[in-house]
């Protein structure tokens, strides 16, 4: 029995900063990044086939692009390095379902 009580009290001492840690503000990963309504397109540095580099707050934008519906919902996404599409960018439709996807790989240094 007192076995059972220290293991009950080391389980407690351990787990409840876990718990209690978790009470912070979560993050919603749907909106990590800046929206495409954040971003400027720079046609001085168009790039054949890949368009228009992106810039966000005056620099070429490393990192996550994406657009909501009204309700919430992603409407698309896209991942950029140093302005230009490198990686997938996708799409969905209103309801949810994906519309298009597409990858470039840039060959931006």
Not at 7 to 18: A, D, I, R, Y
Not at 44 to 63: C, F, L, M, N, W
């Amino acid at each position: 029995m007192k076995m059972l009580h220290a293991f009950t009290q080391s389980l407690v001492l351990v787990s409840l900063p876990l718990l209690l840690g978790g009470c912070g503000e979560e993050r919603d990963p749907l909106k990590e990044g800046f929206k495409y309504s954040e971003s400027e397109l720079n046609y001085q540095h168009y790039t054949e086939d890949i368009g228009p580099s992106r810039y966000v707050a005056g620099k070429a934008y490393t990192g996550r692009l994406y657009e909501l519906f009204d309700n919430g919902e992603l409407s698309e996404e896209g991942h950029y390095r140093k302005g230009y599409l490198n990686g997938v960018r996708r799409s969905w439709y209103g309801h949810g379902q994906l519309s298009k996807g597409k990858l470039c790989l840039s060959s931006v240094g």
